[in-house]
């Protein structure tokens, strides 16, 4: 009977860490799942104010359909459009090298009087129709941007916002933070925002 008290007693004390005589190390014991155990409670981080949610700028403006069709006419344009090429722009290189077009003036000259082997002249019906001039690709009206007191005339819905150049990069950041608080869209953005 007290040999069974005291193998009772042996199996409820936990096992102490001995060192082995051999090896001269303490065997380490074994670990719980942590199943039984439970965590312990972290306190709670205090809720933030929700930010004002602005207006997601829009990728593409709203066009009319009529625009929206002048807008594929000046693309199909474009594609036939030739190069116009400067006279004797080959041959100087100051004259050639913004790519900038003079009329030819010349008495003698032959392309100004079309002759089929010299280079095309700019006339009118190489242009785009009227109401697409100075628009960006996708139809905004691109408008020039110095202070944010001029964002609060734009529309959203066709407008899109040209920060000048001569800005600096601070009042940039402003200029684009006010921008996308009225939900418009930034042609020349410094921070772009991440693609969903």
């Known amino acids: 009977m007290a040999a069974d008290e005291t ?7 936990p096992e102490t860490p001995t060192k082995s005589k051999e090896s001269g190390t ?4 074994k670990k719980s799942d942590g199943r039984a155990k439970s965590a312990p409670a972290t306190p709670e981080k205090p809720a933030k104010p929700a930010k004002k949610a602005a207006p997601k700028a829009p990728r593409r403006p709203t066009l009319e359909p009529e625009l929206a ?4 006419v000046r693309d199909d344009t474009d594609v036939r459009r030739p190069k116009f090429v400067r006279t004797a722009s080959h041959r100087y290189f100051r004259i050639g090298r913004w790519e900038s077009w003079r009329r030819p003036r010349g008495q003698q000259s032959k392309q100004r009087r079309h002759y089929g082997y010299r280079p095309t002249v700019v006339s009118i019906g190489f242009g785009s129709p009227r109401a697409t001039r100075g628009l960006t690709p996708t139809g ?10 001029v964002l609060s005339t734009l529309d959203p819905k066709r407008d899109a916002v040209l920060i000048a150049r001569t800005v600096g990069t601070r009042r940039r950041l402003v200029l684009e933070e006010a921008a996308r608080q ?3 869209h930034v042609l020349n953005p410094i921070v772009r925002e991440k693609e969903e």
Request: net charge positive; proline share 14%.
């Open 7 to 13: 193998k009772a007693t042996a199996d409820a004390e």
């Open 26 to 29: 303490t065997p380490t014991p």
């Open 69 to 72: 069709r002048l807008l594929s």
């Open 140 to 149: 905004f009206r691109p408008v020039l941007v110095r202070t944010p007191d």
């Open 182 to 184: 009225l939900g418009l």
